[in-house]
């Protein structure tokens, strides 16, 4: 716990002004942090989070890449579809299922799925070149989304192997996404599956509110 206000003035002959105003800089940077009615408080380091930069358009190893339109398609809903997406037996879902290429080479395959709403054009030239925040938000603003990200070690099977013009049990990269509303809606659920030697994922850490409040929407 930090000394009072006035302790602080005190101490380094300053006003309570300046005190309150550097201490509302401090917590603002993230260093500390205010309980009612107790007073102000350091905060510790979290060293257990990260910030992850994740674009599916633009993460493989910084190479360019470009997308073939597979599939676009109004789909009725199996269990598993309506399980992620949380939806009623009579809504339709639309499908987006697209191959990534970088130098003619393919690195990856994805699938993503939104509720369907009647009159939400989706227009190709957009589809093959938008993130899935941009997707599945064209009515949303992409400030009032929330979004969770999985990471696995998988490897390729059947179909997936054939698209991706590998053998079975080639070592990949599944990235799962979800997008959220703000009353926790789920408006979207994908998965992208890439050659793991063509995926590279950054992430860092850095002491400050902003790294707090980035990882905070994170979860």
Partial sequence: MLPSENELAEEYNISRVTVRKSLSLLEQAGYIYSAPGKGYFIREPVTNKYILSFNEMNNTNGQSIFSKLLEVNVIPPDADLMNELKLPEERYVIVIKRLFFSDNTVVAYDEKYMPYE??????????????????????????????????????????????????????????????????????????????????????????????????????
């Avoid at 979004?147 to 080639?170: A, F, Y």
């Avoid at 703000?182 to 860092?204: P, R």
């Fill in 118 to 219: 009647k009159g939400l054009p989706l227009v190709e030239r957009e589809i093959k070149c938008a993130t899935f925040p941009e997707l599945a938000c064209k009515n949303k603003s992409l400030f009032s989304i929330k979004k969770s990200l999985k990471i696995r070690s998988t490897t390729s099977q059947g179909n997936i192997s054939k698209l991706l013009n590998i053998e079975d049990n080639h070592p990949l990269l599944e990235i799962e996404q979800k997008l959220y509303t703000a009353d926790n809606k789920v408006i979207g659920w994908s998965k992208t599956y890439y050659l793991s030697e063509f995926l590279e994922l950054n992430a860092y850490w850095s002491f400050g509110q902003n790294s707090y409040e980035m990882n905070d929407m994170s979860e």
